[in-house]
């Protein structure tokens, strides 16, 4: 054997004949992905805002790709029984979920025992559009602004009920970080999913229910919710004349919403921008665009690095709402 090659050389051969090679895999399962359908997993139950933006962009999204993605609803604890579903799937790119702020961050943050981390255990895709909150009541909730409702829910010493779509999820953590805040006594009701949880508030099953604008703006519209408060920085086109807690001197109940698509660790990187790159293209497109802002949504497709980097950034965010509404798993 030639000296040249010999000791720390040859480490460094095989070093970069090992780096080649993964570089020649990575760039075959790029060209060879999709070649069968793929399973998209929904951690909640159909017709929450999760399954309404998902489903928005499903079908483009899989002829883009050239493969058609079969969406399917697994709802439970908050989001935790379809993601833990999702990431304990194969990482060959056939089976991703839908993840949002509330089943990665704030159930996280919530039930240090769910089960997975929200950084180490995902290869994050991209995401798909910012939503912003929207605290509603039912339609004949003795209080038409935030002022009355206030003062109703101050005198009624735990006489109202809101709805979630289950423990740790974020419309649990915005509403018990709001009663922290105003110093009121509000009944948890927890379900399987924000689709029957806004159903039931629409019905006047529930009082209320601090939801996102995608899946309850149809109740609103349809005069079977009231508006009272927006969780966003500014107020929305589409409801104009509702204020935001900033505007009601509550800036920090001011959080958004986000929903993306991401994979089990260990997805190749290559797969995750192939799909992020299908994404940012089809959301772009003027009629998917338009469909995601018709819900109250703001269409915001991104890389895996910058996915990545919202659900860090909220994690800490969400540890510190844990602190301070003392809130406790059961």
């Known amino acids: 054997m030639s000296p040249i090659i010999e000791g720390k050389n040859m480490k460094f051969v095989l070093?970069?004949?090992?780096?080649?090679?993964?570089?020649?895999?990575?760039?075959?399962a790029m060209a060879a992905y999709p070649d069968k359908p793929i399973r998209l997993i929904i951690p909640f139950a159909a017709n929450g805002a999760t399954d309404v933006l998902v489903r928005i962009i499903a079908d483009p999204l899989g002829k883009e790709l050239g493969q058609p993605l079969m969406v399917e609803n697994i709802g439970g604890e908050g989001g935790k029984t379809g993601t833990f579903e999702g990431i304990n799937s194969e990482p060959d790119g056939y089976t991703l979920v839908a993840t949002t702020i509330s089943s990665i961050i704030s159930n996280t943050a919530y039930n240090k025992n769910v089960g997975y981390?929200?950084?180490?255990d995902f290869q994050h895709i991209s995401n798909i559009a910012d939503v912003p909150n929207i605290l509603v009541v039912r339609k004949d909730f003795p209080a038409n602004n935030f002022k009355e409702f206030l003062e109703e829910v101050k005198k009624s010493?735990?006489?109202?009920?809101?709805?979630?779509s289950g423990q740790g999820g974020i419309q649990h953590f915005l509403m018990e970080y709001f009663k922290t805040m105003t110093k009121t006594n509000i009944n948890h009701i927890p379900y399987r999913g924000g689709g029957p949880a806004v159903k039931d508030a629409s019905?006047?099953?529930?009082?209320?229910i601090l939801d996102q604008m995608s899946s309850a703006y149809s109740y609103v519209q349809k005069g079977d919710l009231k508006a009272i408060a927006l969780s966003a920085?500014?107020?929305s086109k589409i409801l104009p004349d509702v204020p935001t807690f900033?505007?009601?001197?509550?800036e920090e109940m001011n959080i958004y919403t986000y929903y993306g698509l991401s994979g089990p660790k260990g997805l190749n990187p290559a797969i995750a921008k192939k799909i992020s790159d299908a994404m940012i293209k089809v959301i772009n497109q003027p009629d998917i665009k338009a469909k995601i802002e018709a819900t109250g949504a703001y269409p915001n497709p991104n890389t895996p690095e910058q996915f990545t980097k919202m659900f860090a950034k909220d994690k800490a965010v969400f540890e510190k709402i844990v602190r301070e509404a003392k809130l406790v798993a059961r």
């Open 157 to 164: 010493k735990g006489k109202y009920s809101y709805a979630s």
């Open 117 to 120: 981390d929200p950084l180490a």
């Open 246 to 250: 900033k505007d009601l001197g509550m």
């Open 203 to 208: 019905l006047g099953r529930v009082d209320m």
């Open 15 to 28: 070093k970069m004949v090992a780096v080649a090679a993964l570089f020649a895999t990575s760039s075959v």
């Open 233 to 235: 920085p500014y107020r």
